[in-house]
């Protein structure tokens, strides 16, 4: 595609171009809050200005790296805050590219969809009329729109509730014509994820499965990639889930099997919290959990020595970012 593309972006500061996006991370967190994160009434608790100013940090680091653009894939039921997205990015002159969506059942807001699907409506129908909106008109009264739609299931299988999400979503990228981008875990179910999506006319190479990473399953990862779906290997940094050596080593390998032109990277950091999900000093006892610049500082210097060029890491965070959001089609891989 040429660099002339106007495809348009939604950001939390304005729109931009596929071809104005530059260095992208596909898939990072301003920040988060579990759902019942206001629980904890003695957690200690971050001021707004002081998570600016945490987020403002970061993004600098980023910008010294040469990174213009992120995702923030946040889904509406997570603590998504469009207003800190709005004033760092307003800030740092960075594009912050915001979510609509849901998450999976387990972590997620199950128990108001559940409510709301006891009086005889299709629940998805209500999901994808809020992603539509979301999308075409703004989120809350915010005026910003969403760029993207996240959906999420959890290991091994995909409930009834996640799969409405997974319908709704459908039905909102048809409408829309918006990408979809998922969470998996473990490196499961993103086939099965990208079957419900492209059996209800999502076209594959709208969607990246999330943490592809998870696993080490080459052919896992191929028969995801053959079936013309983007994958995201971004959860470095994150050794504590699966070791980052054997991301390493997968996405090398993908790589020289020609999946090279539909991989993404990031590292699913996370800058603040809502709430204290962790015990007080555990994550300040792992520097390189969630540290966005982690992926070039650590992993790229491991990509050469496994013979990966600097083009073909480049297309990582250039290249295949911009194609995925203009919607170009990808070749078919043998």
């Known amino acids: 595609m040429s660099s002339d593309s106007e495809t348009t972006i939604a950001t939390a500061s304005g729109e931009t171009t596929a071809a104005g996006l530059g260095r992208t991370l596909m898939h990072e967190h301003l920040v988060i809050g579990y759902p019942g994160w206001e629980s904890h009434t003695n957690a200690n608790r971050v001021r707004p200005e002081d998570e600016i100013a945490i987020c403002v940090d970061k993004i600098q680091e980023l910008k010294d790296l040469g990174y213009s653009s ?3 894939p946040c889904p509406s039921d997570l603590g998504r805050d469009v ?20 998450y999976k059942q387990s972590e997620g807001g199950v128990p ?28 809350g009264d915010t005026g910003i729109k969403a760029g993207i739609i996240k959906v999420a299931s959890g290991p091994g299988e995909i409930t009834d509730y996640e799969r409405s999400i997974l319908i709704a979503a459908a039905k909102a990228s048809v409408e829309t014509g918006a990408p979809i981008t998922t969470h998996t875990d473990q490196g499961t179910i993103g086939d099965e994820q990208q ?100 992926f070039d500082r650590k992993i790229i210097p491991q990509l050469r020595d496994l013979g990966i060029t600097d083009d073909q890491i480049d297309r990582l965070v250039v290249d295949n970012p911009r194609r995925f959001f203009d919607g170009e089609k990808l070749e078919t891989l043998a």
């Not at 006891?118 to 999308?135: I, R, T």
Request: with cysteine; glycine share 10%.
């Open 112 to 139: 108001y969809w559940h409510f709301r699907s006891n009086f005889g409506e299709d629940v998805s129908d209500v999901m994808a009329e809020m992603f539509v909106a979301e999308l075409t008109d703004g989120i």
């Open 195 to 294: 079957a419900i999506l492209t059996e209800h006319g999502v076209p594959a190479h709208r969607i990246i499965i999330g943490h592809s990473c998870g696993t080490d399953d080459h052919d896992y990862h191929m028969r995801i990639a053959r079936a013309g779906s983007y994958l995201g290997f971004d959860r470095f940094g994150l050794d504590i889930v699966f070791p980052d050596a054997k991301r390493v080593a997968s996405l090398a390998k993908a790589i020289k099997a020609g999946a090279g032109d539909r991989l993404v990277v990031s590292h699913d950091s996370v800058w603040c919290w809502k709430g204290q999900p962790f015990p007080p000093g555990m994550l300040e006892n792992m520097p390189d959990t969630f540290d966005p610049t982690f």
């Open 70 to 72: 992120l995702l923030d």
């Open 83 to 102: 207003d800190l997205a709005a004033k760092v990015a307003q800030q740092t002159g960075f594009q912050i590219i915001l979510a609509t969506g849901l």
